[in-house]
């Protein structure tokens, strides 16, 4: 992949969770506080508990990091995977979200 193409679809990522942050403050209670700096999102909780999302350029990479820890993906098969264990970014991102909201949230791409 070229840095282009990197860029590209981890822009694209990165728009997806803040237009998600934005729908799941006007549907539900969760109250989520995104702030984006150049190629980092931090997402806080009422609970003051944040997920950090961030882009690693020279890598191809795109890091998160959660209260159940740090994770690594790079774009495989058409999708962003875990660099150890293959699960796909937005399933990790629904999962540690849900767990920090202390409510159903769900993620995804589109």
Not at 52 to 58: A, D, H, M, S, T
Not at 64 to 89: C, I, M, N
Not at 93 to 106: C, D, F
Request: hydrophobic residues 40%; negative net charge; proline residues 1%.
């Amino acid at each position: 992949m070229t840095d282009l193409e990197y860029l590209d679809r981890a822009e694209a990522l990165l728009r997806s969770v803040e237009a998600r942050c934005d729908v799941l403050n006007d549907e539900t209670d969760a109250d989520i506080d995104n702030q984006r700096v150049g190629g980092m999102i931090t997402l806080v909780f009422a609970n003051q508990s944040q997920i950090i999302i961030n882009l690693q350029k020279p890598l191809h990479e795109v890091w998160l990091a959660a209260r159940s820890g740090g994770y690594h993906y790079q774009w495989v098969d058409g999708a962003w995977r875990d660099t150890k264990s293959g699960e796909e970014f937005f399933e990790r991102l629904t999962q540690s979200a849900t767990e920090q909201a202390g409510m159903g949230l769900h993620f995804s791409a589109a």
